[in-house]
């Protein structure tokens, strides 16, 4: 997958809005086979990921709307 795409991709996360503009959320995007593995095993219903090109994880900062925030960058991706 061009890195281009990638970049392209998580910027729609990174514009996402955030409650109180506080911008908890922070993007890693995973290309390694062997990483993309591991993560796949890790999951219920993620299987396909080891399959995959690329994987991008988001991960929220403890605050309180963490789950908001991070459900509003996943859906930009989306």
Known sequence: MPTSL???I???GRVAP???NVQPVEFI???KPD???RIARKTDYGRFIMDAPACIVVISR???YYLEDGCAA???IL
Request: no cysteine.
């Open 10 to 12: 998580v910027d729609a």
């Open 35 to 37: 990483v993309l593995a």
């Open 74 to 76: 996943v859906e930009n």
């Open 18 to 20: 955030t409650a109180n």
């Open 29 to 31: 995007v995973v290309t």
């Open 6 to 8: 990638l970049e392209k």
């Open 62 to 64: 403890d605050v309180k």
